[in-house]
């Protein structure tokens, strides 16, 4: 058992394993022996909203097919630490990519495949616009989360003056509208490039449709097994235009899918294929 005198609640090591097995089902996500405390944390919350008394109560309601609170459980134990402009160094390599395809003419896509927030989606269009120099560039930007919670809040575009306060004045100015409260609004030109919608990396379907001239896939891998990164990593490929690029966090390598991405940049990808 892991229940001390100091918690609330019962919490059985087979409630923890048992959660562990739940969540890489749907998920993919790894929870790593150690990870005991995060998870009683997080979801000893739910357990007080609902009123009830063990854990054993609440992994029986969810199992008996309560599917709300199972979204609720899956979004209480994804991590969705992110902030404009995080990496900063992919976003002059993502101008550098869209100016250089512009001359290809159309509409230019891009995948931020787990958007949080919405800052890196946010983050994304604003570098758009400035490829482009206009409010109104010829990007289109899908933006997927797991999370139903966290894409509610990058759909509103609506953040505290601590969010933005990080990032250049001109352009708070530029992509933002300074609401009565206090907060930032994303601009009605930048909100029309980016759509939002709940997308799971290991489900067996994805609603969103290639060839992408980007993918961020970022500060994701790292939850997951070597197995499962290996099986995103090949649904990834054929989403990428030839010159298409593939954008990873500071602390993920794909050295173990070599055969279809080679490194471009610092933590950015190309097609292996490509020329």
Known sequence: MFTSPSREFPFSTQDFDKIRKMIYDYAGIALAPGKEDMVYGRLARRLRALGLNSFGEYLHRIESG????????????????????????????????????????????????????????????????????????????????????????????????????????????????RQPDGRYQVRPELKSLVTFRQLNLIAPTWHVRGPFDAIFCRNVMIYFDKPTQARILQRFAPLLKPEGLLFVGHSENLYHSADLFKLRGKTIYQLARAG
Request: one cysteine or more; hydrophobic letters at 40%.
């Open 66 to 177: 309560d599917t709300r609170e199972f979204e609720l459980f899956t979004n209480s134990l994804t991590t969705n630490l992110t902030s404009f402009f995080r990496e900063a160094h992919h976003f002059p390599a993502l101008i550098d990519q869209l100016r250089a395809q512009r001359e290809r003419g159309g509409t230019l896509q891009l995948w931020c495949s787990a958007s949080s927030t919405g800052e890196e989606a946010w983050s994304m269009a604003i570098s758009a616009c400035e490829a482009f120099d206009t409010l109104t560039p010829p990007v289109q930007i899908i933006a997927t989360d797991l999370d139903t919670h966290v894409l509610e809040t990058g759909r509103t575009g609506i953040y505290s003056g601590d969010d933005v306060e990080k990032l250049d004045p001109a352009r708070v100015r530029r992509f933002f509208v």
